[in-house]
């Protein structure tokens, strides 16, 4: 989440750390169903980039499913069914972003 910050009105960061080829796998366990059981809220200039899911089951810890995760501007892939399921998630990097990396770690 590169909008993390202590209060609730934080704005999108131009300068963020680059988050690419992470792999979610073999995750299990409970939510608040009061917040996005996934949230994937990457940078408007830095996008994160070739995310795997696989083998993810996320139940809410009391009462019914109420939230979809949250995706923005994030790319990656869902390699096995997930639950809840993910459909937010973009399937392919612009051109424009491919060429802005600059600095990686």
Same mark, same amino acid.
């Given at each position: ?28 366990? =409970? ?22 899911? =696989?083998?993810? @089951? ?23 069914? =997930? ?7 973009? @399937? @392919? ?13």
């Amino acid at each position: 989440d590169q909008y993390y910050c202590l209060t609730k009105n934080c704005s999108n960061q131009t300068s963020a750390v680059q988050v690419k080829d992470i792999v979610y796998s073999n995750i299990k366990g =409970t939510y608040d169903v009061r917040s996005p059981p996934m949230n994937f809220a990457c940078s408007d200039s830095v996008p994160c980039t070739n995310l795997t899911l =696989t083998e993810v @089951e996320l139940l809410p810890a009391q009462g019914q499913t109420r939230a979809n995760p949250f995706c923005w501007n994030a790319y990656g892939t869902v390699q096995t069914l =997930t639950t809840p399921l993910v459909y937010c998630l973009l @399937e @392919e990097i612009p051109q424009a972003f491919k060429q802005n990396y600059v600095d990686s770690c």
